[in-house]
């Protein structure tokens, strides 16, 4: 399974190895959702349904043409591949590598991973920095230094539910950020600097650094300025997140 098929899976909201029947029902019902007459009355948002309803129409048409080649789908296959790959956060201060726990947060680790793939975290920075707890990245907004007072809160449009666990958040750990709301995440990450095992069960851990700690280090050592609201995590330089790759496991020495 490649790439575009992999995505075309995740656009339609179906997990790898749906059937032909299953794509129908949720193609027809994301059709509905986001087609543009049923938001004629908002000019906003109708040139965003018209571009996700050709998305939705493509994403079929590449499924359609899976399923009709007759290719068997193999979960297992899917599985180790999936459990195989880590993601490259490469930074201004070079890259630090994270293995993903599907075991635990299936949901979180996948949507990272789609970000990543789409380019999402490309050009972001670490935009929040507080010393012997955690380095705070993925926002859209980071992108663009004229959003600087809105920086953290940004998100993708969407929000994901909760997958707590029992995976202790320790350096390294990265993390799902949030809002109060427990199922508020979307594309906001964190990594911890230290034990912070006060956020066990109540922030979603979802993999951990395996390499580029003197990376994390740096970044959590930098200095800091108010971000408003009394908290001194506003790092003084760029903390920039040039790109995020998800890579096979085997091909990075770590």
């Known amino acids: ?20 029947e299953e794509g129908k029902a949720a193609y027809r019902l994301l059709a509905q959702v986001w087609h543009p007459d049923k938001h004629t009355g908002n000019t906003s948002v109708k040139p965003k349904a018209e571009e996700k309803l050709k998305q939705i129409n493509l994403a079929y048409e590449i499924l359609k043409k ?28 070079g890259q630090m590598v ?38 705070q990245g993925g ?54 600097l230290a034990d912070a095992k006060f956020l066990d069960r109540q922030y979603t851990a979802f993999g951990k650094l395996i390499a580029g700690d003197d990376v994390l280090e740096a970044i959590g050592s930098v200095e800091t300025k108010s971000a408003g609201g009394g908290e001194r995590s506003r790092p003084t330089r760029r903390m920039s997140v040039e790109s995020v790759q998800i890579v096979p496991r085997d091909s990075v020495k770590a």
């Open 66 to 93: 899976y399923w009709n080649s007759g290719v068997q789908f193999n979960p297992q296959e899917i599985a180790n591949k999936e459990a195989s790959e880590v993601a490259l956060i490469n930074t201004c201060h």
């Open 1 to 20: 399974m490649n790439d575009e098929i992999r995505n075309a899976f995740e656009l339609l909201d179906l997990k790898p190895g749906a059937t032909s």
């Open 139 to 192: 926002d859209p907004l980071t992108k663009d230094a004229a959003n600087e007072a809105r920086w953290g809160t940004g998100g993708p449009g969407y929000k994901i539910k909760a997958e707590f666990n029992d995976r202790p958040h320790v350096r390294g750990v990265l993390s799902a950020a949030r809002s109060q709301d427990p199922n508020s995440a979307g594309c906001q990450f964190f990594v911890c």
């Open 98 to 135: 994270v293995e993903f726990w599907s075991d635990v947060a299936p949901g979180h680790v996948e949507n990272f991973k789609k970000l990543a793939r789409e380019g999402f975290y490309d050009g972001t920075a670490f935009h929040r920095v507080v010393k012997g707890f955690m380095i």
